[in-house]
């Protein structure tokens, strides 16, 4: 089966750093973990950049570019390297000699951003965070003026603000719930993805619990073969369990609405996705939440579960925890799939899924006694389409 679409997670340690590239040639990113050391040649960090560099094009004035660029929430390790390696302001001031990646179209959520408050250090920003919220309020405005936009200056907004602040931005504005297949205002048909939070919050006790991480995009985005959906991601950035309790409250009538081949674990593969309890201080007698664990816990046929992360080790390290790997096994276990884990692919290679008309695959290294044996890259899919 031929390939037409592609998922590749970078290896960036407990961060989050994935390109998808659609049957239609768009290329979508969702966060980044650039890490400083990444950029040096006397370190065994892997080069991320140069890796997505080299899957990116140009465009007709040399600038290479991503479609969109996806920010599930501004911790740092989902947003780190982006004044450095990304053109930030009109696209007419990009410089040659800097030769930074364009982001055609932001996707983007103003809730996070008003949340921050600066004497909480739970919701500081980092320089590369005020940077993407300069940038969206940038581009927001400039719509709000012009209504109108060009590759460089687009904006997606992913989910209401409060007190009608996004009320008059119905064009560029994707509700909860809502399904959305624009790229850069586009309809595309390799490609659809549902908004499943971030939620705004019921009231001012709970709006006070939702720090950067709670208030995470999270969303399924699906990538189709001939317009037909054969890669289902779910993706979460570091949402907790109590959202995640509220992401299946909301859609437990629908749970096909979080069914996946593909779930990149939420916060690196965090006890604290799963359960209120804390895994050090607790143990094995931590107790899993019921309704994070049926949000997360909607696999489809030979679906894969992948932990952005350090190597997840048998201690009381969360994140990565042992015990929320155990507990993705047994997720895993009724649907055959499989849990892979970013860190332990070979070398500095990135984790490469491949999606075509029989689904997605891991891309698997080639020996000689795999191709005598018929086996190989992508000898099962992981879900039928």
């Known amino acids: 089966m031929a390939v037409a679409a592609k998922a590749t997670l970078f290896k960036v340690d407990n961060g989050d750093m994935t390109l998808f590239e659609t049957e239609t040639g768009k290329r979508i990113l969702c966060d980044i973990n650039i ?40 911790d740092a390790d989902h947003i780190r390297g982006l004044i450095k390696h990304f053109h930030l302001g009109d696209p007419s001031t990009w410089v040659k000699a800097d030769d930074k990646i364009i982001i055609r179209e932001m996707w983007s959520s103003p809730i996070v951003f008003r949340r921050a408050r600066a004497k909480d250090e739970d919701h500081v920003l980092c320089a590369d965070a005020e940077a993407w919220r300069d940038e969206a309020r940038r581009r927001t405005n400039k719509y709000k003026k012009d209504r109108s936009a060009v590759d460089g200056n687009r904006i997606l907004i992913l989910g209401e603000d409060v007190d009608g602040k996004t009320d008059d931005l119905a064009d560029v504005l994707v509700k909860v719930d809502e399904v959305f297949s624009k790229i850069c205002g586009v309809h595309d048909t390799s490609f659809e993805a549902r908004l499943l ?53 909301r859609n437990k009538k629908w749970p096909e609405r979080l069914q996946y081949d593909v779930l990149i674990a939420p916060h690196h593969c965090s006890w604290h996705s799963l359960s209120y309890d804390s895994w050090s201080d607790k143990g094995e007698k931590a107790k899993v939440s019921e309704p994070a664990r049926c949000a997360l816990g909607q696999p489809l046929g030979g679906a894969l579960i992948v ?39 070979p070398g500095d290679d990135p984790l490469m899924i491949e999606v075509s008309s029989a689904g997605p695959r891991i891309k698997r290294a080639v020996f000689a006694v795999s191709v005598a044996a018929g086996t190989g890259i992508g000898s099962q899919p992981l879900a039928h389409g």
């Open 307 to 345: 932990a952005s992360s350090k190597p997840i080790k048998d201690d009381e390290n969360d994140p990565p925890c042992i015990r929320a790997k155990r507990e993705y096994l047994d997720i895993l276990d009724p649907v055959k799939g499989e849990f892979k884990c970013v860190a332990h692919s």
């Open 197 to 249: 939070a971030p939620m705004p919050a019921d009231d001012e006790e709970e709006e006070e619990l939702l720090t950067k991480n709670n208030s995470s995009v999270i969303t399924r985005l699906d990538l189709k073969v001939s317009k037909v959906t054969r890669g289902r991601f779910l993706l979460g950035g570091d949402a907790e369990v109590a959202i995640w309790d509220r992401i299946w409250e």
């Open 35 to 74: 890490r400083q050391a990444a950029d040096g040649t006397d370190d065994d960090t892997p080069d991320v950049v140069k890796q997505l560099r080299n899957k990116l094009d140009r465009d007709e004035k040399g600038r290479l570019f991503v479609d969109a660029f996806l920010n599930t929430h501004p």
